[in-house]
């Protein structure tokens, strides 16, 4: 990564540089910097297919995130009612045996 960065402070329109540190920034799980540095290589040659691709795996695997945190806060919320209903029914069960 720092030879790419290196390369990129001599020439800031390197596309290999910014296609190849978009996919680490990807692999290290920093989506942000990655579509930073894919976008950027778009900008400067957005007929170039294999930016493009990256772009769409990088797209992809955003959107499975986001789904994955969606899905988790709904096993959340479903966790807590469930808990909420049972701490009901305890209550229940506790006032009834004191009559």
């Known amino acids: 990564m720092s030879d790419c960065l290196q390369s990129l402070e001599h020439n800031d329109r390197y596309i290999k540089s910014l ?3 978009g996919v680490a920034y990807r692999r290290l ?3 942000k910097q ?3 540095f894919l976008k950027r290589a778009k900008e400067i040659d957005a007929k170039d297919s294999s930016v493009e691709t990256e772009l769409a795996r990088t ?3 955003i959107e ?3 789904l994955e945190f969606k899905q988790k806060m709904v096993r959340s919320q ?3 009612m469930f808990e909420a ?3 009901a029914v305890r209550d229940v ?3 009834v045996s004191i009559l």
């Open 59 to 61: 797209a992809k695997l």
């Open 78 to 80: 479903r966790i807590s």
């Open 29 to 31: 799980n920093n989506l």
């Open 34 to 36: 990655s579509i930073s």
């Open 85 to 87: 209903q049972i701490a």
């Open 64 to 66: 499975k995130r986001r």
């Open 93 to 95: 069960d506790s006032s």
């Open 19 to 21: 296609m190849r540190l």
